[in-house]
């Protein structure tokens, strides 16, 4: 028959509570993990495009930079285990990894299911009980033992538990909130929560453009410059440089997309002025994909075959500026549901920075997004959530 008294209870199945469900168990702690899925990592599936952005190799302070909200809290969660550990880890247990564009890192396999299927076999490796389809639905406290209800009524125990359930965003993954649940049950306070790394909605016909995925475009907000991927989507922008714009940009304020940044405005003028016995959409092509090209020209009110010498200089310098400083009206941002990570949280100051166990609940445990901590796509958001779940699953 099971025993169903633990040391450790983990209540979710991401990357936080798996890598926690590992840290107790390698300290010799008998450990559950309950997730309400019928698999685990559901979210971390999804993350840099079903690749799996597993973690970033930069510093720590190019970490910190991309950690919005809560990085002075993790100070000293990284000093115990950082992304340079969540790689040694990966390795150790036979994941190659890569690194790409902006430090981010990724298994080689391009497959998220390696990094989540390595996760898993350390656990069964381990000795973890792994038990999935099992929600969570009640949480007490008595005396010193936690008891922890799942749908089907039963019932474990656990000398600690660790919450891991994520934020409230993309809530078909199983991250619907619960942990904020647990926190109010304890008596501790969750701060507001509002959509993080949200895609943009813009007002521009977008369909012409949608699909497109771009390199390295400059997104301009005011003074304020960000560079990195874009993505045109059938409602407006996503991909790294618009879900950052999205934490200050305001409604109904325009942006203005360089897709060109490292040419300056005159190089690009001279590239055109030389091949001016060339037509306008072969020229422009050079520079840019056919669509995008094939838009900016009509939108610039040329013909597609002109030859760039026969177009008027004023309309010439109109189709560059349109290539440099494209305008579009940002009407609004995608909703928490549909934003790529939450803001707020199970509060930062009701925490013990180096332990991550609640200042009034003994052994009682946060770690990962339900923390009141917000980091930048492009891994960020994952090293926090395995860090955060190893220091938890170790103190
Ligand atoms: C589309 C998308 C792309 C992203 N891309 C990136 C990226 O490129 N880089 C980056 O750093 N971050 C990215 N993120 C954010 C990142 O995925 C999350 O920050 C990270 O997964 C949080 O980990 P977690 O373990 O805290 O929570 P989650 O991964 O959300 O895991 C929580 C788990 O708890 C389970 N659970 C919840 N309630 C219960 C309950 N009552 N009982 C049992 N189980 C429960 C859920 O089913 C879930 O499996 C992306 C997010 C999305 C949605």
Request: charged share 20%; with cysteine.
């Amino acid at each position: 028959m099971m025993t169903n008294n633990y040391d450790t209870i983990i209540i979710g199945g991401g990357p936080a509570g798996m890598m926690a469900a590992i840290a107790s168990s390698f300290y010799g702690r008998k450990t559950l993990l309950l997730e309400k899925n019928k698999r685990l990592g559901k979210k971390l599936a999804l993350t840099g495009g079903g690749r799996c952005n597993v973690t970033n190799n930069g510093t720590h302070n190019e970490i910190f930079s991309n950690i919005p909200h809560g990085a002075k809290f993790l100070y000293s969660t990284f000093s115990q285990f950082d992304n340079h550990d969540i790689m040694a880890f990966f390795k150790e247990n036979g994941v190659k990894l890569k690194v790409e564009d902006h430090g981010r890192v990724f298994p080689v396999t391009d497959s998220a299911q390696t990094i989540i299927s390595s996760l898993q076999a350390k656990m069964v490796a381990l000795g973890v009980t792994i038990l999935t389809d099992s929600e969570v639905t009640s949480t007490r406290k008595i005396d010193d033992d936690f008891i922890v209800k799942i749908a089907n009524n039963t019932k474990f125990t656990g000398r600690k538990l660790i919450v891991t359930t994520g934020g409230k965003s993309y809530p078909s993954t199983g991250s619907t909130g619960y942990g904020y649940e647990i926190a109010r049950h304890f008596k501790l306070n969750v701060t507001d929560l509002k959509a993080a790394e949200s895609p943009l909605i813009t007002d521009f016909p977008h369909k012409k453009l949608q699909g497109i995925s771009l390199h390295e475009v400059t997104l301009q907000i005011g003074k304020q410059k960000i560079t990195h991927d874009l993505l045109f989507t059938h409602f407006g922008l996503s991909g790294p440089a618009a879900l950052r714009a999205s934490s200050f940009i305001k409604a109904d304020e325009t942006i203005f997309l360089n897709f060109l940044p490292k040419i300056s405005e005159n190089e690009l003028a001279d590239k055109f002025e030389q091949l001016r016995d060339k037509s306008v959409k072969n020229v422009t092509k050079l520079f840019l994909q056919e669509r995008l090209a094939e838009f900016l020209i009509a939108s610039a009110d040329l013909e597609l075959e002109m030859k760039i010498k026969q177009i008027p200089l004023k309309k010439l310098a109109n189709l560059i500026n349109l290539m440099q400083a494209f305008p579009i009206k940002v009407t609004g941002t995608m909703s928490l549901a549909k934003s790529f990570v939450t803001a707020g949280g199970v509060d930062l100051s009701e925490i013990t920075p180096k332990t991550l166990m609640s200042k009034s609940i003994e052994n009682l445990y946060f770690a990962g997004e339900v923390l009141d901590i917000n980091a930048h796509t492009g891994g960020f958001n994952i090293t926090c959530a395995l860090a955060t779940g190893w220091v938890a699953g170790v103190n």
